[in-house]
Each structure stands twice: as structure tokens, then as C-alpha cells.
Nanobody, 126 residues
Framework: VQLQASGGGLVQAGGSLRLSCAAS????????RAWFRQAPGKEREFVAA????????IYADSSKGRFTMSRDSAKKTVCLQMNGLKPEDTAVYYC????????????????????WGQGTEVTVSS
């Protein structure tokens, strides 16, 4: 599985961005997908995840109410709609994927994901 993230950029506080992560490979409908981010000088942290079915989404406390994760019907592309952006959202955003069985919980830990995209940079100015 290969992942390609896009959509980052520079935005003012309160603005919006939409990140996309396109996947290529086989059996993509078997993969849970997630977004993580890493701010300068900090460790990578969980942002959001979506189940392989697309019916369950999980958000970090810092993302709830502002970010929305979705996936298309073909399960190839996931998006992260980010509204109400804050300067503390400034980071490199990475998409990730992991093959899971249908009944398994959607992973939220970085160590649980074995496929990663290259990252897309988001900068929020105050």
C-alpha cells in the first residue's frame, strides 16, 4: 500500500483546510486509516482515525468539533476537513493505514500503523 498526502498550506487562524490521502494497492477496503501530526520539536500525535467500513470515526480531544475525517466509497481516499484552525494545529500531517479484521477496534496508536504517507505541512498563522 502506498499513501500520498496532499492539501497542506498556510492559513490564518480560524480558517479551513482539507487534507487528502490517496491510497494505491490491493484490498484497500480492509484498511483502517488515520491522520497523525508532528509539530516542530514535539512527538507525533494522533489526530483522527476511520474504520475500514467508514462507519466509525475517532478523534483526539484537540480535534473534536473542528475536524472531520471521511473516506470515499471506493475506500481509496480519505480526507480530513479542518475548520477553526489554531496556531497550535501547525504541524506536518501524516496519513497512515493498517489492515484490520472487520470486528477489530480502529487503531489509534502510531505503533499500530504500518503504512505511512510522506506528510503534508500545515501552517496556521495568528
Amino acid at each position: 500500500v502506498q499513501l500520498q498526502a496532499s492539501g497542506g498550506g498556510l492559513v490564518q487562524a480560524g480558517g479551513s483546510l482539507r487534507l487528502s490521502c490517496a491510497a494505491s494497492g490491493s484490498s484497500l477496503d480492509r484498511y483502517a486509516r488515520a491522520w497523525f501530526r508532528q509539530a516542530p520539536g514535539k512527538e507525533r500525535e494522533f489526530v483522527a482515525a476511520i474504520s475500514r467500513s467508514g462507519r466509525q470515526t475517532i478523534y483526539a480531544d484537540s480535534s473534536k468539533g473542528r475536524f472531520t475525517m471521511s473516506r470515499d466509497s471506493a475506500k481509496k481516499t480519505v480526507c480530513l476537513q479542518m475548520n477553526g484552525l489554531k496556531p497550535e494545529d501547525t504541524a506536518v500531517y501524516y496519513c497512515a493505514a493498517r489492515s484490520v479484521i472487520l470486528t477489530a477496534p480502529t487503531p489509534q496508536q502510531e505503533s499500530e500503523y504500518n503504512y505511512w504517507g510522506q506528510g503534508t505541512e500545515v501552517t496556521v498563522s495568528s
